[in-house]
């Protein structure tokens, strides 16, 4: 018997909302509360009509509906049968923890080419494809830095840096609102966190053994202020959506909000009373909460499982623009966006039974064999809205959304199939995919390092750059020029691992990772490793320059979130956060490579970086003093002084933490001055 176990939550809406001109004074801050009543009553259930005029197409072949409450529990029932539900969620049997990462350096979708040299006079957040921006917890507009934290948002008037000052708070009481991240534009603020809602309160099913009772009451908030009056933003729109924050992303005025809202399996089973669908909110529309009828929903066939992925659009400049609802019952986890389209990959796992299992390492007898593939629904995105048309399947699963390229037409993806740990035919093995303009393999290059798995992918244009490892780091670079026939050009195997990759130009490649050293069979990662790749000569790869950053336990949030970097090549500048941890003379000297090292330091490391002289540290910028460090321990903590994010405005350098916003010169990292944050 075979199992389709399917990803993480499923589904789609797009709400293709629009600003008002007026202010809703009385929104306030009250808003976050999100006060307003709730439709939930089924003559409430909405499936809203759309201005036509703005909708992309849809495709020829759409998803069927699920169109009733009764096909709902079906659906999840034949799931249920084949794969097991708990607390709500499904069960994965056996799965490969692969670490995701969102993010990657600026390209642009259509050539895909390394990013033009930076001529701004300030920094702007470090996103995957040119022109679709990403939210961030820093943003900066040249002249003032906006700062989001847990509790509140903050307006900073960063320039001239002689004279920083806070000019504004936005602060967010209690549990109904934590700002996650923000956009900011030269109109709006943008601020989106998770809210629990008074209004939102379970009022329909009161049986007090109501299963997950959490997550009747969990929105996304997108608050949407006007910032004409830095001292004074004036809240004019809140978008929310049911569920946790996933991801988001902002094409000019069109905004996109991902959001991923579980099922409560158990009500759908023992309740009488009909479960609602999602909600969703916008203030532009009304004030009332809105439900989305089950004739409205949609699902992946393949990918059924008891959650939704919601995915909310608005234009933020049409008043007039009606809003579109598209939701979809299924399974995703990767979200990658051109600037025409957004790609939903939902992984699936089929699992063998034990009599077809090879003999593999574990325990010496059979294994189930996992076979995974990945299915990519696509949407075009055209001023606030979506529109589905189309899908593709790949064998293996991805590692993040740095795994999907778009390009000419073209969308190439990167993933691993097989578990590292067995040691016949199905042990892991790494592989790229082109698919055409109708999702279909024309071109694929597999078998790529067995025994290893993916660990960062790049792709610039013609070519793309693979990084795996078990004990070493093999550095491939792939020919994709011809879509149907990609070919390695090339490989480079070194010490290490890098977790994600930066373009420098168009023939080299910064690396950021781990430096490890092999034990026998196993590799044990050590300090942090920067190098930069030569692939002037794409059939040898070149280490040109490399620089290791502390020992075994030094950390960048940089290895996780690609935002946490700045990078220059005009500038030459080169800049991040990391926590690092040194072995002491005792520990070089017993040669202990699974030796952890002691908390050293936290802060902004700032490298001047060239193609002559490599990696060339400049200086480090801390906003820790002698007695936090006399208080350190062997390790650290998230502490409100901890260096979050480094960026520019003209010759300064601005070092932020949630404590402090530090200025220090350009050229001479001498410090300018300090302001303080906390209240």
Do not use: C
């Not at 979708?109 to 990403?134: F, I």
């Not at 299924?330 to 790609?343: F, I, Q, R, T």
């Not at 048309?389 to 390009?407: A, C, I, Y």
Request: hydrophobic residues 35%; aromatic residues 10%.
């Amino acid at each position: 018997m075979k199992k389709w176990m399917s990803g993480m939550l499923a589904g789609v809406i797009a709400i293709a909302a629009v600003p008002v001109w007026m202010s809703f004074e009385s929104l306030g801050e009250k808003e976050a509360a999100a006060s307003a009543k709730v439709a939930v009553a089924s003559a409430k259930e909405v499936a809203p009509a759309a201005d036509q005029s703005v909708l992309p197409k849809e495709s020829d072949q759409p998803l069927p509906v699920v169109g009733s409450y009764e096909k709902l529990k079906k659906l999840l029932k034949d799931y249920e049968k084949g794969h097991g539900i708990q607390y709500g969620v499904a069960v994965k049997e056996a799965m490969e923890a692969v670490p995701a990462m969102e993010g990657a350096p600026v390209l642009k979708a259509k050539t895909a080419a390394a990013p033009t040299p930076d001529s701004s006079s300030y920094s702007s957040t470090n996103v995957q494809v040119q022109g679709v921006d990403e939210a961030d917890i820093v943003k900066t507009d040249g002249t003032y830095l906006y700062q989001a934290t847990p509790e509140e948002v903050r307006i900073i008037r960063a320039k001239p840096a002689t004279s920083m000052e806070l000019v504004s708070r936005l602060s967010f009481s209690g549990d109904e609102f934590s700002p996650q991240d923000m956009y900011i534009d030269e109109k709006r603020l943008i601020v989106i966190g998770q809210s629990h809602p008074k209004a939102v309160r379970d009022h329909i099913i009161t049986n007090e053994k109501r299963f997950m009772h959490g997550h009747s009451n969990t929105m996304v908030q997108a608050l949407i202020y006007d910032i004409s009056d830095k001292h004074s933003p004036r809240l004019t729109r809140a978008l929310e959506a049911d569920g946790y924050y996933v991801s988001s992303r902002k094409i000019g005025s069109s905004f996109y909000l991902v959001t991923n809202k579980g099922i409560d399996w158990y009500a759908l089973s023992n309740q009488s009373q009909e479960v609602p669908g999602p909600r969703y909110r916008d203030t532009a529309q009304g004030d009332d909460y809105k439900t989305i009828g089950y004739s409205a929903i949609r699902y992946f066939p393949e990918a059924i499982q008891p959650g939704y992925l919601i995915v909310a659009g608005a234009n933020l400049d049409n008043p007039k623009q009606a809003a579109s609802i598209h939701t979809y019952l299924g399974s995703g986890e990767n979200v990658y966006a051109s600037p025409n389209n957004l790609y939903v990959a939902v992984t699936q796992q089929e699992v063998e039974s034990a009599g077809k299992a090879k003999k593999s390492l574990i325990a010496g007898g059979p294994v189930p064999i996992m076979k995974s593939e990945t299915s990519l629904y696509r949407f075009s995105m055209k001023n606030g809205n979506l529109a589905y048309t189309g899908k593709g399947t790949v064998p293996g699963r991805m590692l993040n959304q740095f795994s999907l390229d778009e390009h000419n037409g073209y969308l190439r993806i990167a993933t691993t199939t097989g578990d590292m740990w067995r040691t016949d035919e199905n042990t892991s093995k790494n592989n790229l995919y082109v698919l055409d303009s109708q999702l279909q393999a024309i071109g694929k290059l597999e078998g790529i390092a067995p025994g290893e798995r993916i660990y960062s992918v790049r792709f610039m244009g013609d070519r793309a750059y693979m990084v795996t490892f078990k004990q070493v780091d093999p550095l491939f670079v792939i020919d994709v020029k011809q879509p149907d026939s990609p070919k390695i050009l090339g490989a480079l195997k070194i010490p290490g691992y890098s977790d994600y990759l930066h373009p420098y130009d168009e023939n080299h490649i910064i690396g950021f990772g781990k430096d490890a050293v092999a034990d026998k069979e196993t590799a044990f990662y050590q300090g942090m490793k920067l190098a930069l790749f030569d692939v002037t000569d794409v059939s040898k790869p070149v280490e040109k320059f490399q620089t290791v950053i502390g020992d075994r336990g030094t950390d960048s949030e940089l290895l996780y979130d690609h935002k946490a970097l700045l990078f220059s090549k005009e500038k030459q500048l080169l800049a991040f956060p990391v926590s690092v941890h040194e072995l002491t003379a005792e520990q070089k000297a017993e040669k202990d490579i699974r030796a952890y090292g002691s908390f050293s330091f936290q802060g902004a490391y700032v490298y001047g970086l060239n193609e002559q002289d490599g990696f060339v540290l400049r200086g480090t910028i801390t906003h820790l003093n002698s007695d936090d460090m006399k208080k350190a321990g062997q390790d650290w903590y998230d502490s409100a002084k901890n260096v979050e994010r480094i960026v520019y405005i003209g010759d300064t350098l601005y070092t932020i933490s949630r404590d402090q916003v530090k200025a220090n010169s350009l050229q001479t990292l001498t410090e300018t001055n300090t302001l303080m944050l906390s209240k």
